[in-house]
């Protein structure tokens, strides 16, 4: 049974597939590569609907690494 702690898990599993760059103004986080995620996702098992809960961990995610200041 796939429960939330899994979604999180699944989302630490994509840790290596975000998309940003780097510029004079320091890193732009862009967001996760959806294809590479989805391969990552098929490798361990986990089910349909748990892109749409990685995809609300990373909305959360990409407000903070982009905050001004930080």
Not at 1 to 28: K, P, R, Y
Not at 34 to 56: H, M, Q, S
Request: with cysteine; net charge negative.
């Amino acid at each position: 049974m796939w429960n939330a702690w899994d979604s999180v898990m699944a989302f630490l599993s994509c840790h290596t597939q975000w998309h940003a760059e780097c510029g004079m103004g320091g890193v732009i986080w862009f967001g996760l590569k959806y294809a590479d995620c989805k391969n990552v996702l098929e490798d361990i098992g986990a089910p349909i609907g748990t892109f749409a809960d990685l995809r609300v961990m990373e909305a959360a995610a990409l407000r903070i690494l982009n905050e001004v200041g930080s």
